[in-house]
Nanobody, 127 residues
Framework: QVQLVESGGGLVQPGGSLRLSCADS????????LAWFRQAPGKEREFVGA????????YYGDSVRGRFTVSRDNAKTSWYLQMNNLKPEDTAVYYC????????????????????WGQGTQVTVSS
C-alpha cells in the first residue's frame, strides 16, 4: 500500500553538494515520521537524519550534523536530504524510510522505528 521511490544519487567531488529525494507514490506524508539512513561497504546501517511528524523537528547523526538537512515539500508527497560539503567518508548507499506513530525523539535514530523503506541510492564522493 505504501511504496517509497528514491532518486538523486551519483558521483560528486569532495566539497560538492547533492540532493536525494524520496516519494511515496502520491500519498500524503503528514501521518509519518521521515528519515534517512546510509550503509557503507563492510559497515552497519547508520542513522543520517529524521523529521518528526509531531512538531516537525529534525534530528541528525553526529557525523553529518551541520552539513546535511532533512526537509519535506509543500505538497507533502516527497522529502529530501540536502548534502553539502561532502566528504569521501560519506560514500554509501542511502535509504529513505517512513513510519507511523508518535515515537519519542530518542528512538528516531533506530531503523526499527520505521515501517516503510526505499530501494536505496548510491552516493560516491571521490576526486
Amino acid at each position: 500500500q505504501v511504496q517509497l521511490v528514491e532518486s538523486g544519487g551519483g558521483l560528486v567531488q569532495p566539497g560538492g553538494s547533492l540532493r536525494l529525494s524520496c516519494a511515496d507514490s502520491g500519498r500524503t506524508l503528514s501521518t509519518y515520521n521521515l528519515a534517512w539512513f546510509r550503509q557503507a561497504p563492510g559497515k552497519e546501517r547508520e542513522f543520517v537524519g529524521a523529521y518528526r511528524r509531531s512538531g516537525g523537528m529534525t534530528y541528525y547523526g553526529d557525523s553529518v550534523r551541520g552539513r546535511f538537512t532533512v526537509s519535506r515539500d509543500n505538497a507533502k508527497t516527497s522529502w529530501y536530504l540536502q548534502m553539502n560539503n561532502l566528504k569521501p567518508e560519506d560514500t554509501a548507499v542511502y535509504y529513505c524510510a517512513a513510519g507511523g506513530g508518535s515515537p519519542i525523539s530518542s528512538v528516531l535514530r533506530y531503523a526499527t522505528t520505521y515501517e516503510y523503506w526505499g530501494q536505496g541510492t548510491q552516493v560516491t564522493v571521490s576526486s
